[in-house]
């Protein structure tokens, strides 16, 4: 082999070393990198309250994740899992639904605080949609929005203002005709009535409930949603509910097992305005009932369910419009079946809100 040969095999040989040498760096490089991106996570048992108007409960770790659930402003949740080098924190609702939200969602809080912000004078906000404001004014900046639900401590009342301390600890004013006193607006509200209330306040409960119902009429689907923002079926019924003074689980296959069950097996003459209806497959010999839907029922063999969008259904009259063809195969009476053990709490009694 001459010198000039003899070289270029030795180029070669270098030209190949230094690729696999290379391999093996970007190989070992991003082996380190996916470990080290990889989350460690301290398992807590410690609490936290909804700091956003509404907070987005994830089943990841991850914005791309799918949504659980949701949680509003004030709501009480415990921590399970708290960052270390990220910011997601694994959190449990009241109901038991366990999920994912960034730090920035939640106050981190200990249970002195707890108990007393469970004793604190606080408001809840009535209006559909309004906004926290640096100053009692309506061109101030804006704290964040709120939507109706949402749960800050009263700190004082100025004028057409009252001014709250949110869970972050940040003061902010908000329209006093947008909130009321959360104790008296848990104990006064009109739906809440015992087992044996007489009938005219039974009917005025039921009232109470269709028209909650009927001001969420166009407000959008959303996979997950519990809030004036957007609601799933379940979403839809449990905020319902709960802006009734009712707190209730959150899917519609727990819901279906609460409360009082109404026979839907020969039609529909049994049900009242104001129950549950569920839909979904019919068992068989094959398989099992699965609940997949739930509407409250109008009366007059109608229903209101959030399906695209939050909307009214016939479900007698085949040949109606507005016909909806699904069957209903359970239903549940959610009226008069708080605090006795059948799954079905009242805010004032779940211990969640008041000590």
């Keep these: 082999m001459d010198c ?4 270029l095999a030795m180029k070669r040989l270098l030209f190949y070393v230094s690729c696999l040498v290379l391999v093996i760096g970007c190989n070992g490089g991003r082996e380190a990198q996916q470990t080290a991106s990889e989350p460690q996570y301290e398992e807590l048992d410690g609490l936290a309250l909804a700091s956003l108007s509404v907070i987005n409960m994830r089943e990841d770790p991850d ?8 949680a509003l402003m004030g709501t009480p949740v415990k921590v399970h899992y708290a960052p270390e080098d990220d910011y997601w924190v694994n959190i449990e609702t009241p109901d038991g639904y366990k ?16 108990s ?6 606080r408001v809840i906000v009535t209006a559909d949609y309004t906004f926290f404001l640096e100053e009692p004014k309506s061109d101030a900046q804006r704290v964040s929005d709120a939507v109706c639900g ?19 600890g940040k003061h902010a004013f908000v329209p006093s005709d947008d909130v009321m006193d959360f104790k008296e607006w848990a104990e006064s509200r009109e739906a809440l009535v015992p087992a044996d209330a007489p009938q005219s306040d039974v009917d005025k409960a039921r009232a109470a409930i269709i028209a ?18 957007g609601v799933d079926c379940s979403g839809f019924s449990k905020t319902v ?6 707190v209730l689980l959150r899917n519609a296959s727990q819901q279906y097992k609460t409360g009082d069950p109404v026979d839907v097996s020969e039609g529909y003459d049994n049900l009242q305005p104001a129950d549950l209806v569920f839909f979904g497959r019919e068992a068989t010999a094959e398989k099992p009932e699965k609940i997949t839907h739930v509407g409250i029922y109008l ?14 259904n016939n479900v007698a009259d085949e040949n109606a419009p507005d016909y909806y063809s699904r069957k209903i195969i359970r239903a549940a009476r959610i009226i008069g079946t708080q605090d006795c053990g059948k799954g079905v709490s009242s805010v004032a009694g779940c211990g969640v809100y008041f000590e």
Aim: proline share 2%.
């Design 4 to 7: 000039s040969g003899f070289y």
């Design 63 to 70: 914005y791309a994740a799918e949504l659980g659930t949701q």
């Design 99 to 114: 999920a994912w939200v960034n730090e920035m969602a939640v106050q981190m809080i200990d249970e002195q605080q707890l």
């Design 116 to 121: 007393s912000w469970k004793r604190s004078e």
């Design 150 to 168: 949402c749960i800050a401590q009263f700190v004082s009342k100025n004028g057409r203002y009252t001014e709250v301390m949110l869970p972050t």
């Design 212 to 229: 909650t119902a009927r001001k969420f009429i166009g407000v959008p689907y959303l996979w997950a949603g519990t809030s004036i923002k």
């Design 241 to 246: 509910y709960y802006l009734n003074g009712y």
């Design 299 to 312: 009366g007059d063999g109608m229903i209101i369910h959030s399906s695209q969008v939050v909307r009214i």
